[in-house]
Every structure is written in C-alpha cells, then in structure tokens.
C-alpha cells in the first residue's frame, strides 16, 4: 500500500485558512487520494478525494500537485468544529482498502 | 451523505464471554464493509474486508477465528469478538462504500466502545 507523510500536528487561528500538507511520492497512477477527519471518540468523516485535478466542495478544496506526489487539503476558514485529526489516504483500486496513517491533529485557537 | 450506523455505540462484557457489533448501511447498499479497530491515540487500524456473500478477507496478525464477520446482508455486516479480553478493549469502527471503485466514497459509523473486564 503507498503511504503518506503529514505533520504530526498543526495550528490555526479561528477564521484563517488552513493548508494541511500530504505527501505521497511512491502514488501509483490508479491510487486516489481521500481526506478524512476524526473528532475524539467519533468515526472519521468524510471530507474530500481527487485524483489528478483540484476538487472543491462545501467543507474543504484539495489541490493536488501536477506530478500527484503531493497533495495539499485547504480550509479556507478555520473555526472550531475544524479542529480534529486530519488523515490523507490514498486508496488503491485493486484492493479498494483505506490504510490510515498516523494523520495530523489540527488544533484551531479563538 | 450516506449513513452507516454501528450498534451498541458502547458495550462493556466480562472477560472470556463473545460481543457482537452490528454494522448497518442505511440508505445505500454495500457489498463490501471494513471493519477498524483503534487503540487510544492511535490511528486506525484495518482488521478486515467483510464482502456481501463470502468470507470476510482478514489483514495480516488478525486472528479471524477470535474476531468472527458476517456480512449476510447487502445492508449489514457483523463483527463478533470471541472469548473477550481485556486487551481486545478499543473502539471499533466499520465503514461501507457506496460502489466498487476506489474513485468511490467510503463512509464510517460512529464506532463502537469495547471494555472488557
């Protein structure tokens, strides 16, 4: 399974943008790339996937670098029900598996 | 969205008894479920593919006699801890797809509290 590298954790302040990176340099062509969150003693929720181009949606956009080794998931406002941990993932097509990495643990200050 | 929904949200059973956790899509069909297992202030942890029909798929270390799946339903999948210990204590997720390709969402339940004394 490719694997991914993000920053244990990271800090915003209420209504700032937030840019969570996500590297995957060994991405095959067919792997997508999903965004979960987690809040404490909940399941992860759904925020966003792609796979080559940007995608946009009411929680978040996911910009996605041209040679797909990176990934950067956008929130373009803070506030604090954001502050959970931030898992990119990627998802191979042939064994359709989500393999969670250890994830970032955003914290977001009023 | 789609809605899994996990049944009990939280059980406590003595030591050496066996728990089930229901694990239910409802408002979509899944032919494949996954189920996780999370230990505090860890990630998640893939323990097994339950598959519509057939024998759940179990990851390497998993021991598929003691963690018992069952997906009978296109809408329900069961996980069922054997003769409980206190270290298979943890919260247990399951997830469900909406399709059969990686393009597609997978969603979680709310996970399930294990405590076994």
């Known amino acids: 399974d490719a694997k991914t590298t993000q920053p244990n954790s990271m800090e915003s302040n209420e209504e700032e943008p937030v840019h969570l990176p996500c590297n995957h340099s060994?991405?095959?062509?067919?792997?997508?790339i999903h965004w979960y969150r987690q809040l404490p003693s909940q399941g992860p929720e759904y925020v966003i996937h792609?796979?080559?181009s940007n995608v946009n949606n009411r929680m978040a956009s996911l910009a996605i670098a041209e040679d797909r080794k990176s990934s950067t998931l956008i929130l373009h406002r803070a506030t604090l029900r954001d502050a959970a941990v931030y898992y990119c993932?990627?998802?191979?097509?042939?064994?359709?598996?989500?393999?969670f990495g250890t994830g970032t643990r955003l914290q977001v200050f009023p | 969205g789609a809605v899994v929904s996990q049944h009990p949200s939280w059980v406590i059973c003595k030591s050496g008894t066996s728990v089930k956790i229901e694990c239910r899509s409802l408002?979509?069909?899944?032919?494949?479920m996954f189920w996780y297992r999370q230990f505090p202030k860890q990630s998640l942890m893939l323990m097994a593919t339950?598959?519509?029909?057939?024998?759940?798929?179990?990851e390497q270390g998993v021991e598929k006699d003691k963690f018992l799946i069952n997906h009978a339903s296109l809408t329900l999948s069961t996980l069922t801890v054997t003769s409980a210990h206190p270290e298979d204590s943890s919260f247990y997720i399951c997830?469900?797809?909406?399709?059969?390709?990686?393009?597609?969402?997978?969603?979680f339940g709310e996970g399930s509290w294990l405590t076994v004394v």
């Open positions: 997830s469900a797809e909406t399709g059969g390709e990686a393009g597609n969402t997978i969603y």
């Open positions: 408002d979509f069909q899944a032919t494949t």
């Open positions: 060994t991405i095959s062509g067919t792997d997508y």
């Open positions: 792609g796979l080559t």
């Open positions: 993932i990627l998802r191979d097509l042939n064994t359709d598996k989500l393999i």
């Open positions: 339950s598959n519509e029909g057939s024998k759940a798929t179990y």
